[in-house]
Each structure stands twice: as C-alpha cells, then as structure tokens.
Nanobody, 124 residues
Framework: QVHLVESGGGLVQVGGSLRLSCTAS????????MGWFRQAPGKVREFVAA???????NYADSVKGRFTTSRDNRKNTMYLQMNSLKPEDTAVYYC??????????????????WGQGTQVTVSS
C-alpha cells in the first residue's frame, strides 16, 4: 500500500522559513511527478509546486521566487523550502504523487496518491 507522509509544518512569523518533507513508501516515484498543494479554510485546494523525475519544476505564480521544491530519489522524498512566508501562505499543505504521469501538472485530478497534510501557519 502506498503512503505519503508530510512533515515540517508549524507556526512561523511573517518573513520566516519552513521546510516541508514528503516521504513515500510502498512504491517509488523516481520516474513520475510529485507535487505540493495547499488548502486554506473555506477555499479550494490549490497548486503550489511540482517536480518531475528528472527534476524539472513548476510553480504557482504566488510562490515563485519564495518557494523551492526538490527531491531525493534515493530517499523517495520530496521537499518544499518556503522562504519569505506571508500570512496568505497559511494553509494545510499536501504532497501528492502521480502513478504514471511524468509532467509537473497543476491539476489535482492528475495526482493519484495524497498525503494527510501538514498545517502551516504564518502569523503577523
């Protein structure tokens, strides 16, 4: 059975940084894309960033220049480095993985596996 487990969330002040991790078990995703999404209260889940198996990346405009995603295929783990955090970044952050797809899609329906989410709260 495939599991994705996020970690690294928490409470941070405006302008601070956090690093999220997402570790997969049950299968490897070396060749397929993985992504980060977030959902704030009362809002739909939105795309944050994605990375392909050969390390091409894609970012939402709202996080470009502040967030960086990376992956270590040996550890089956993906990361999201978040800098210059803003109150509007407050949300539950989810990692996701595609079973077969290789593109860094922004579409939630293209992802087959999801983690349980980790809360990120940016206080002003």
């Amino acid at each position: 059975q495939v599991h994705l487990v996020e970690s690294g969330g928490g409470l941070v002040q405006v302008g601070g940084s956090l690093r999220l991790s997402c570790t997969a078990s049950g299968r490897t995703f070396t060749r397929t894309a993985m992504g980060w999404f977030r959902q704030a209260p009362g809002k739909v889940r939105e795309f944050v960033a994605a990375i392909t198996g050969d390390f091409a990346t894609n970012y939402a405009d709202s996080v470009k220049g502040r967030f960086t995603t990376s992956r270590d295929n040996r550890k089956n783990t993906m990361y999201l480095q978040m800098n210059s955090l803003k109150p509007e970044d407050t949300a539950v952050y989810y990692c996701a993985a595609r079973a077969l797809g290789i593109g860094p899609s922004m579409d939630t329906t293209h992802y087959d596996y999801w983690g349980q989410g980790t809360q990120v709260t940016v206080s002003s």
